[in-house]
């Protein structure tokens, strides 16, 4: 059986931590809690443990996994052309609950899935999410769920749906208790989804394509009329948000959708 690391024990948490580390080094999962929901992570440049973690969750590749990261300024190592209203969210609500879709880097060496060239970024307010991330550096982070069912807000809760396909359970405590949880879902703390692959031939639009924990109202009190309005459909046939987020227009999701699956 799995073991779960308590990391409020500092002897647990040191030797989960390691664990954790080996694990991701080696092509497993690790489950880690964050600020909104539980994920269940592998490293975002194995396409192999990439696939892992989506048969554990069963999903296929058309629900490419988001990726996590430690820090502000791997934003731009990893995505190109973002705009400036995503540098203004990213400065107000980072780390936090808002994930950004945006146009991934060409020479990035991975392969995440039927992403069209787009990446979904998130860096959590988690202290062992981001201790584990400082030190294997962005990881594919899906929430800790199997299709169809809630996402796991303890690591109790993960483990009793994803089980022995994950190597190391990494606990730090119940997760979502610092935000509100007013997102499509009712009692959902997940992050909330915006994307801006369409920025440039959209008019200029940052598109919200699942509500979450930041509000609508928080996000356009930062950038203004760059924020969509309800409805707004991008002008393009397929987009970020229709792979690796959901429907390319504000609506809500329900479990099955693959905007449930961010964190």
Do not use: H
Request: with cysteine; proline share 8%.
């Amino acid at each position: 059986m799995t073991r779960i690391y308590d990391c409020s024990v500092d002897t647990e948490y040191a030797a989960g931590m390691r664990l954790a580390r080996s694990a991701i080094g080696r092509g497993a999962l690790v489950v880690i809690p964050t600020d909104t929901v539980y994920g269940i992570a592998a490293d975002a440049f194995d396409p192999d443990a990439v696939q892992r973690l989506l048969d554990a969750k069963g999903r296929d590749r058309s629900s490419p996994p988001p990726v996590l990261i430690p820090a502000i300024p791997t934003l731009d190592a990893l995505a190109q052309n973002i705009p400036q209203p995503v540098r203004e969210l990213v400065a107000a609500f980072w780390p936090g609950g808002l994930t950004v879709v945006l146009n991934a880097q060409p020479s990035l060496a991975w392969d995440l899935g039927e992403t069209r060239g787009t990446v979904a970024l998130r860096m959590p307010a988690n202290p062992v999410a981001l201790d584990l991330l400082s030190e294997t550096g962005p990881l594919a982070v899906s929430s800790a769920n199997t299709s169809g069912r809630p996402s796991a807000i303890d690591a109790e809760g993960a483990e009793e749906m994803l089980g022995g396909s994950v190597a190391v359970y990494l606990d730090g405590g119940t997760a979502g208790l610092g935000y509100e949880p007013i997102g499509d879902r009712p009692g959902d703390t997940s992050s909330t989804i915006v994307d801006a692959t369409g920025f440039e031939s959209n008019g200029g639009k940052v598109v919200i394509v699942r509500n979450g924990v930041i509000s609508r109202e928080a996000i356009g009190a930062v950038i203004g009329e760059a924020l969509a309005p309800i409805g707004f459909r991008l002008p393009v046939s397929k987009t970020a948000a229709e792979t690796s987020a959901g429907p390319a227009v504000e609506a809500t999701s329900g479990p099955d959708d693959p905007a449930a699956d961010a964190g």
